[in-house]
C-alpha cells in the first residue's frame, strides 16, 4: 500500500508505473459486519452509536470484473447512507448485498458477512477490467455513486429507472472508506486538477442527488423565476440545491435551525432564509 500511496505522491509517475504496481492481497476498509446486525435491538434510533458498529478492518481487494475499476482512494465522504447503513435502519444493507448476490456468478462476490461501506471517493485508478477502455491505471478520478447494469432497456433515458439500480457502498460491497474500492468504470469521471483529494470526494453523492431532484429533465426541470422550497438548505443536499437555485436564475427560500446555517445560506447568496427555531417552523 505504501508504494502505491509513492506511486500516486510522485509526479513522474505514468500510467505503467501504477500498471506494473503489485496488487496487495487485503486493505483497510471500514466496515459493517454482519452479526453485528441485531447490536441496537430495542434502542431509540439516537441512541444508535455507529461508532460501535463501524470497525476499521483488514479485508481481500476483491477479485476484478468486466467493466470495473480497482481504484486507490485517496478520500471518501460520510454521508447520510453511512449512517443509516451504521445503525442498520431502516434495513441492514446485509439485505440489500444477498439480493444483488442472486444476480449472477460476479454479483455474488458482494454477498459477504462484512460490509465496505462509502459511497463517494476521490483517488487513482489500479487496475481495470475486460472491456474498459476509458480508463488507465495511474488516471485520477471521482466517482458517482450509481451503480447500474443496463441490461433492461427501462434504464436507457434515465438510468435511477434501471431495474438494477443499486447505490455504490450502500447497496453493493467494496464502497468508497476503503484503501481499494471497486467501482463500475462508468461510475467514474476526471477529478478535476484544481481540488484536492478531499475536495473532489465530498461533492459526488450530494451533489448529484440535489441536480438530479432539481435540475434534471427526469427531476423538477427548475427554470428561471421557480420559487425553491429548500429544507435544510445549509446541509449537503440544501447547499448545493441552494447553489443550483441561485445560478439557474430561480428563488431559493431556505430553510435552516439557527442564525449561523442561515448565514452560511446568505453567504452563497441566498436572500430569502427562515430560521425554522427562531420562527417557530414545524415540519408539516
Ligand atoms: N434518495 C437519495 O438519492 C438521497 C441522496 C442523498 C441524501 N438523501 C437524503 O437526504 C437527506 C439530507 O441529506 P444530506 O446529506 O443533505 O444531510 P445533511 O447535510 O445532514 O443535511 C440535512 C439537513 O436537514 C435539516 N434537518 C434536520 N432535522 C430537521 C427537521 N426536523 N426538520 C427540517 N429540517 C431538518 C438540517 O438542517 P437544519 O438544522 O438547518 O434544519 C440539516 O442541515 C437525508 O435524509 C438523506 O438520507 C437521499
Known amino acids: 500500500m505504501k508504494d502505491i500511496l509513492n506511486a500516486i505522491q510522485s509526479p513522474d509517475s505514468v500510467s505503467a508505473d501504477f500498471a506494473a504496481l503489485p496488487l496487495p492481497e487485503s486493505g483497510r476498509a471500514v466496515v459493517l459486519r454482519r452479526e453485528d446486525t441485531e447490536m441496537f435491538s430495542g434502542l431509540a434510533s439516537r441512541d444508535k452509536d455507529p461508532r460501535k458498529s463501524l470497525h476499521l478492518e483488514q479485508v481481500p481487494v476483491p477479485e476484478l470484473g468486466p467493466g470495473e475499476a480497482l481504484v486507490a482512494v485517496m478520500a471518501s465522504s460520510v454521508n447520510y447512507n453511512t449512517v443509516w447503513s451504521a445503525i442498520f435502519e ?43 477502455n476509458a480508463w488507465n491505471p495511474g488516471d485520477e478520478v471521482v466517482a458517482h455513486c450509481l451503480s447500474v447494469e443496463l441490461e433492461s432497456s427501462d434504464g ?10 443499486r447505490i455504490w457502498g450502500f447497496e453493493t460491497n467494496f464502497g468508497g472508506l476503503a484503501e481499494i474500492a471497486l467501482v463500475k468504470s462508468n461510475q467514474l469521471m476526471p477529478k478535476p486538477k484544481h481540488l484536492s483529494w478531499e475536495e473532489a470526494a465530498a461533492p459526488g453523492l450530494v451533489n448529484s442527488t440535489a441536480y438530479r431532484q432539481l435540475v434534471s429533465r427526469n427531476g423538477a426541470g427548475m427554470k428561471q423565476g421557480d420559487n425553491v422550497l429548500i429544507w435544510g438548505a445549509s446541509g449537503g443536499l440544501g447547499s448545493y440545491a441552494t447553489q443550483f437555485a441561485l445560478a439557474g ?20 447568496g ?15
Open 156 to 165: 436507457h433515458n434515465d438510468t435511477m429507472l434501471d431495474p438494477e439500480q
Open 90 to 132: 431502516p434495513l441492514p444493507t446485509f439485505a440489500f448485498l444477498e439480493r444483488y448476490g442472486k444476480l449472477s456468478e460476479l454479483t455474488k462476490r458482494h454477498d459477504l458477512p462484512y460490509h465496505v461501506i462509502g459511497s463517494d471517493l476521490a483517488g487513482v485508478v489500479l487496475r481495470t477490467g475486460p472491456g474498459v
Open 249 to 268: 436564475g430561480a428563488n431559493p427560500v431556505c430553510v435552516v435551525s439557527s442564525p449561523e446555517k442561515a448565514e452560511i445560506c446568505r453567504a452563497m
Open 270 to 284: 441566498a436572500e430569502a432564509v427562515i430560521d425554522r427555531n427562531a420562527e417557530g417552523y414545524r415540519f408539516w
